[in-house]
C-alpha cells in the first residue's frame, strides 16, 4: 500500500491490518480518541518540536501502529495488560507509547516519564483532552527516577523507544520493574553482533532476555525489532548510574 495515496486529514481506519496484526482493532470510541491525538500532536507541533511524522498515514503506522505492536509479542498482547498493569513510558516525549497504550487498555494505569519540561506540560494538556485519567506524567530523569523508592521496581511494564544505545535503554528501564515484570525496548535494526553485550548489561540489572522479535511494519516494510526483557532478580542498587553515566560508559 502506498503511504502517499493515504494523505488526507484522517487518520486511515486500517480495521484489516489492526486486526491481521494484532487480532483486534479498535472500537468507534478508540479510533475516534486516536484521530483526536493525532489533531493534537499536530496543533502542538507549531509550538514543539514533538515529532517530523505528520502524514496521516504515516503516523498511524510509525506511531499508532508501532506503539500497539510494541506490547504485543508474537502479535499477542502481554497477558494481563488489559487489567490492571502499572506501565511506565520512559523518555516518551510526545507520549509515544505510552499514551496510545493507556486509550486502549483504561484498566492500567500509563505513567509518562520525560526530562523536558515543555514537553511534560503539553502532555498534560493531550491527557487532559483525552480525558485519559489513566495516565500520568513524570518530570525527570531515568537515572533519578530509577533509585526513587516510590519508582524503584515499582512497575510490570516499562517501554521505551531506543533513540541510544540498548544497554543504556536496559539500565533505565530494568530497575523500575518489578520481579516477574517486562521491560520493552523499541528498536528498528539490530543484529546478532549486539546480542552479546545486551546479553551481559541485562543479567547486571537482574533481567533476561526473553525475545527479540523481528518484523516489517505494514505500510512502508519498515523494519522493526522488539526486545523483551524479563525481570528475574532484583537489580543491585548501584544501577542506575548517576546521570549521563549510563550514556557515557554503558555497561
Same mark, same amino acid.
Given at each position: 500500500m502506498d503511504i502517499e495515496s493515504l494523505t488526507q486529514d484522517n487518520l486511515p481506519e486500517m480495521a484489516e491490518i489492526w486486526q491481521?496484526?494484532?487480532?483486534?482493532?479498535?472500537?468507534?470510541?478508540q479510533f475516534q480518541q486516536f484521530q483526536k491525538l493525532y489533531e493534537l500532536i499536530i496543533e502542538g507541533n507549531r509550538q514543539l518540536n514533538l515529532t517530523r511524522i505528520t502524514a496521516p498515514a504515516e503516523f498511524w503506522e510509525k506511531h499508532l501502529?508501532?506503539?500497539?505492536?510494541?506490547?504485543?509479542?508474537?502479535?499477542?498482547?502481554i497477558p494481563g495488560i488489559e487489567q490492571s498493569k502499572r506501565i511506565i513510558d520512559i523518555g516518551t516525549g510526545a507520549g509515544f507509547p505510552g499514551v496510545p497504550i493507556g486509550l486502549i487498555f483504561p484498566n492500567s494505569q500509563v505513567t509518562l516519564l520525560d526530562s523536558t519540561g515543555k514537553k511534560i506540560a503539553f502532555l498534560e494538556t493531550i491527557l487532559s483532552a483525552l480525558a485519559m485519567?489513566?495516565?500520568?506524567? /513524570?518530570?525527570?530523569? #531515568?537515572?533519578?527516577?530509577?533509585?526513587?523508592?516510590q519508582h524503584?521496581?515499582?512497575?510490570?511494564?516499562?517501554? =521505551?523507544?531506543a533513540v541510544s544505545n540498548v544497554s543504556v535503554c536496559a539500565e533505565y528501564a530494568l530497575p523500575l520493574v518489578k520481579k516477574g515484570g517486562l521491560a520493552v525496548i523499541y528498536r528498528g535494526s539490530w543484529s546478532e553482533a549486539e546480542?552479546?553485550?545486551l546479553e551481559t548489561a541485562v543479567s547486571q540489572l537482574g533481567g533476561e532476555?526473553?525475545?527479540?522479535?523481528?518484523?516489517t511494519t505494514p505500510l512502508s516494510q519498515?523494519?522493526?525489532?522488539?526486545?523483551? /526483557?524479563?525481570?528475574? #532478580?532484583?537489580?543491585?542498587?548501584?544501577?542506575?548510574?548517576?546521570?549521563?553515566?549510563?550514556?557515557?560508559?554503558? =555497561?
Open positions: 491481521q496484526t494484532l487480532n483486534w482493532q479498535p472500537t468507534n470510541f501502529w508501532d506503539s500497539l505492536r510494541g506490547i504485543a509479542p508474537k502479535q499477542e498482547f485519567k489513566n495516565g500520568k506524567t /513524570l518530570l525527570g530523569r #531515568a537515572e533519578e527516577i530509577g533509585q526513587q523508592r524503584r521496581e515499582n512497575y510490570d511494564v516499562a517501554v =521505551i523507544r546480542n552479546e553485550s532476555i526473553e525475545l527479540i522479535e523481528e518484523f519498515s523494519m522493526r525489532h522488539c526486545l523483551y /526483557l524479563g525481570k528475574v #532478580a532484583n537489580t543491585p542498587i548501584s544501577f542506575p548510574r548517576g546521570v549521563g553515566i549510563p550514556t557515557q560508559k554503558p =555497561i
